[in-house]
């Protein structure tokens, strides 16, 4: 589920093998377009807001018009499900990451596959561009994490270091850090060198979810336990434990913009908002009645959007803390 960049419309994929756009204000589904004959695994919106682009388990990736809710194209040639897909920060690229160990870099607007980049032994769990765009990493169930040259398609550095799958990977803010997470444990590299800066042993539960603050200072994770942990990027041996109130997981978390808020979503369907200073509960929203999976902030700070295994999508005023609409028309 992602907001589009002028902040009133909304995409999500579901299990449905559907991509909605929806109308946040009129709180009403503008395109509902089908093509994937399979589980889609990953949305990501281009730079611009005007086009996004879904992966899947049909081995495709494909670029949507999100003013029509028309498939631009259609990118061909994994032979495995393409389980990551990103942007380049300039919108001029698409990177997607498959089960079958490789990592393909496409041309957005023609959809020609410019390199694909072999070295993985086992299929690649998520890819992320650098901010700067000249770097793309990817993270693999072969338990390690490479970091590629985008200009010409060489693997500048394998970052070994994980003792099991590693399931996600992101830049920090200005792109001098590369987080990686597997299990209970992240780990943080130089994205020059490729050294391994810090490891971060997390609570005695497996890590879900994970962000870096807007300002690149801090870092947020979150898992099957009922805590988040938060931890100083300067000085990464400081870290303290937030009980967050959840009963069974958190599965969710973003920061507000402006970085003073934090919101999670919980395994017992609720969704709560965190002042990032005090550490205080602002808002505590329930509603959903089952697992909140996904939470995203509009880009004013102003909404939060919660996606639920209850097959509904939630709108919440973080102003006045309402409920502002329950989007419930999924199958």
């Known amino acids: 589920m992602v907001f589009s960049s002028k902040g009133d419309q909304v995409a999500s994929i579901g299990y449905d093998m559907t991509v909605r756009l929806w109308n946040v204000r009129a709180v009403m589904s503008r395109h509902i377009s089908n093509g994937h004959n399979d589980s889609?695994?990953?949305?990501k919106s281009s730079p611009k807001g005007n086009h996004v682009a879904t992966c899947s388990d049909d081995l495709t990736v494909r670029i949507w018009d999100v003013e029509t809710g028309v498939?631009?194209?259609?990118l061909r040639g994994h032979s495995k499900s393409v389980r990551?897909?990103?942007y380049s920060p300039q919108g001029d690229r698409i990177a997607s990451g498959s089960a079958d160990s490789t990592v393909r870099l496409w041309n957005a607007e023609t959809g020609v596959c410019a390199y694909t980049l072999t070295g993985h032994s086992d299929g690649v769990y998520?890819?992320?561009?650098?901010?700067?765009?000249?770097?793309?990493a990817s993270a693999s169930a072969d338990c390690t994490v490479r970091l590629w040259d985008v200009r010409s398609g060489e693997c500048a550095h394998i970052l070994i270091g994980h003792t099991k799958s590693v399931e996600g990977v992101m830049y920090s803010p200005n792109g001098s850090q590369v987080l990686s997470y597997s299990g209970y444990t992240l780990r943080i590299w130089d994205t020059e060198t490729g050294v391994c800066k810090s490891t971060l042993i997390g609570p005695l539960d497996m890590i879900r979810c994970v962000t870096y603050s807007p300002q690149g200072d801090r870092l947020v994770s979150g898992g099957e336990g009922t805590t988040v942990r938060v931890w100083d990027v300067v000085g990464m041996e400081e870290c303290r434990q937030i009980f967050i109130g959840h009963d069974v997981g958190v599965y969710s978390l973003t920061y507000s913009p402006k970085g003073n808020e934090i919101a999670f979503g919980g395994g017992d369907g609720s969704v709560r908002v965190w002042d990032t200073e005090a550490w205080t509960c602002l808002w505590y929203f329930v509603?959903?009645?089952?697992t909140v999976n996904k939470v995203v902030y509009s880009s004013r700070g102003d909404m939060v959007i919660s996606a639920s295994d209850d097959m509904s999508v939630r709108i919440w005023d973080v102003t006045s803390g309402q409920c502002r609409a329950v989007i419930q028309d999924y199958k």
């Open 287 to 290: 509603g959903h009645t089952d």
């Open 71 to 74: 498939c631009r194209e259609i």
């Open 126 to 136: 998520a890819v992320a561009y650098s901010p700067q765009g000249d770097q793309l």
């Open 40 to 43: 889609i695994r990953q949305l």
């Open 84 to 86: 990551s897909v990103a």
